[in-house]
């Protein structure tokens, strides 16, 4: 009875304390409320960095860490950090305070330490509270340390974010320990869970803007080792990315009759794969495919378009 009797005047205080904010000001008031609703602010992804084409290019973890910052301007309520490994996930936002005791400033930089379990826990508890958009990061071998927490993130829905990096075998000196052999096959798995793994670095800054628009949980997986960028004149515009797959680049001289799919470091190869099966008088499609899931969730004609049946 007591809450159903307070309840009410709370509210009416609330909504008044608001409107009365919205006049005096503004542009802050139109912050909050996008901040209260974890939306994102209009515009925030209108100076995103294009990336020139490159044969030598750059690592995705990289081009992610450029795309990061350039949304850390835009987006205020954008707050996360590493497990431990921010100068190998590269997630710091440059220009922003640490979350400390007594730090001056806006804090935004989270240093979770070696806890991925608790970190993906407490990202999730950040997006279920709201105000915020939290992420977490570690290499993607560790993410098996926070399964439960990135289950149950699909499962409530909430719009936690994650960086994984090191994503293959071409990730250092650490050796097989640390190759995440099966890990994105079994994140590809979780329902409701969505795995972004962009092929150079335009597709980078995409699975970015997919990533914070997503309805519920979404994982960029990245690469140590650098990847050609892509000259979009000769190649499918990274736009096409936010499908989930397209087709990167068509057989010449008639249908395909090969179809070679690839996601994040083996785009590359399969590009060089094109090469040499033309050579051979051999007609074959590349298909970059950076999201499984959201390929799935387009209409039968498009997916038919990039892989016939």
Known sequence: RGIVERGPKARLAWEEQLAAYRKAEPARAAELEVALGTGLPEGWDRDLPVFPADPKGVATRKASHTVLNAIAKAVPGLVGGSADLACSNLTTMDGFADFLPGVEGVPRNVAWGIREHGMGAAVNGMALHGGVIPFGATFLIFSDYMRPALRLAALMKVKTRYVFT???????????????????????????????????????????????????????VLTRQNLPTLDRTVFAPAENARRGGYVLRDAEGGEPEVILIATGSEVSLAIAAQDSLAKKGVRARVVSLPSFSRFFAQDAAYRESVVPS
């Not at 052999?181 to 795995?195: D, K, T």
């Not at 980078?204 to 997503?214: I, S």
Request: charged share 25%.
């Open 166 to 220: 090191h994503d293959s075998i071409g990730l250092g000196e650490d050796g097989p320990t640390h190759q995440p052999v099966e890990h994105l096959a079994s994140l590809r798995a979780i329902p409701g869970f969505e795995v972004l793994r962009p092929a150079d670095a335009n597709e980078t800054r995409e699975c970015w803007k997919l990533a914070l628009e997503a309805d519920g949980p979404a994982a960029l």
